[in-house]
């Protein structure tokens, strides 16, 4: 099969596309990505000659570039989007045009060519703080955030168009991924770079707020089962039933970097702020087999070395120099 994956120049996407053209040795994927300020040919630097990769530089909202490359694959799995919070607090309105604008562009482009499979990769965020328990694909959606509810926007249009045209959709909601190639904005990245900085690392409020850790690989093995033997119409929250304080987090990262404590800075916390996140994965246990395999403390461990090992990489990434780096090794226009 030849699959078009969207946003696979960024963190969750590098890491799937090397990922699945490994496991799956017949498929090949054409890998359109905007190179957004988070997208970055770094991260996939090499797959570049890999006669079973292609990629494209393009918007996912360019209904003719999309209906273009649809038309020469299968099926897409899609994990382009705006991904921060903060920033989708700040300027929430290219969150809803490719969020939710492009994904529509993708079902119908995905509808016009009969794709066999439409994977959309949503986010445990689109339920909204978990007060106690867990929550279950059926639960309703509460996002907080403009990013979330545009998240959660896409989600209720996928499912529609399973519903209304029969395309064959599968969604999955998973818990926050850590690992290699992610951009530091992000708590565990911009922890670990600014602890190698020795610079202050700001934990937003109390720092007490949980989050659900998964392995990005652990991610990355849940799409490859859904893909293969998801059932079409159906949601699958992913998580590893591993919440931790952010707190305990930053803690562990210094604790490892042998960095004081006193580094960690208590700042104004995020409006509107998720106290806990926690899904049940159940489902995907249940009828796919999946279950996370990694442990938090190894995981986490062998990423802070990752991030020790390509200081280039993020202090390239930090500072932009990648930008105009790429356009003269790729000739490609960001
Ligand atoms: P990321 O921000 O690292 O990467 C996003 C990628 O999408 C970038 O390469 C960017 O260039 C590309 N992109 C953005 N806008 C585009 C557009 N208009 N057209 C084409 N490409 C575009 O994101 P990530 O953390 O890898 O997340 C990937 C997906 O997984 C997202 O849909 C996100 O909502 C979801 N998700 C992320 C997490 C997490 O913890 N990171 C958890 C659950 C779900
Ligand atoms: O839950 C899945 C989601 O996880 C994904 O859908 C999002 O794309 C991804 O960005 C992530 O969202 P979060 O808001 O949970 O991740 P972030 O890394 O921004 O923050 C994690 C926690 O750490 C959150 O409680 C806010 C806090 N934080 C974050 C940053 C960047 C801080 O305390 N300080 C910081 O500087």
Known sequence: ????????????????????????????????????????????????????????????????????LSAETDAIIHFAAETHVDRSIVNPEVFIQTNIYGTLVLLEA??????????????????????EGDFREENILTPSSPYSASKASSDLLVLSYYKTYGLPTI?????????????????????????LEDKALPVYGDGLYIRDWLYVLDHCEAINQVFHRGEVGEIYNVGSENGKTNLDIVQFILNALGKPVSLIQHVKDRPGHDRRYAVNPEKIQKELGWKSVYSLESALEETIHWYCKHTDWWTRVKSGEYRQMYEKIYGVSL
């Not at 890998?31 to 970055?40: C, R």
């Not at 998973?174 to 670990?192: A, D, R, T, V």
């Open 171 to 195: 969604i999955t909601r998973c818990s926050n991924n850590y690992g290699p190639y992610q951009f530091p904005e992000k708590l565990i990245p911009l922890m670990i770079s600014n602890a």
């Open 1 to 68: 099969m030849k699959i078009l994956v969207t946003g696979g120049a960024g963190f969750i996407g590098s890491n799937f596309v090397r990922y699945f053209l490994e496991q799956n040795p017949d498929d090949s994927i054409i890998n359109l990505d905007k190179l957004t300020y988070a997208g970055n040919l770094d991260n996939i630097v090499d797959l570049k000659g890999n006669s079973r990769h292609q990629f494209v530089c393009g918007d996912i909202s360019d209904q003719v570039l999309v209906d273009q």
């Open 110 to 131: 995905s509808k016009k060519h009969c794709h066999r499979r439409f994977i959309h990769i949503s986010t445990d965020e689109v339920y909204g703080s978990c007060p």
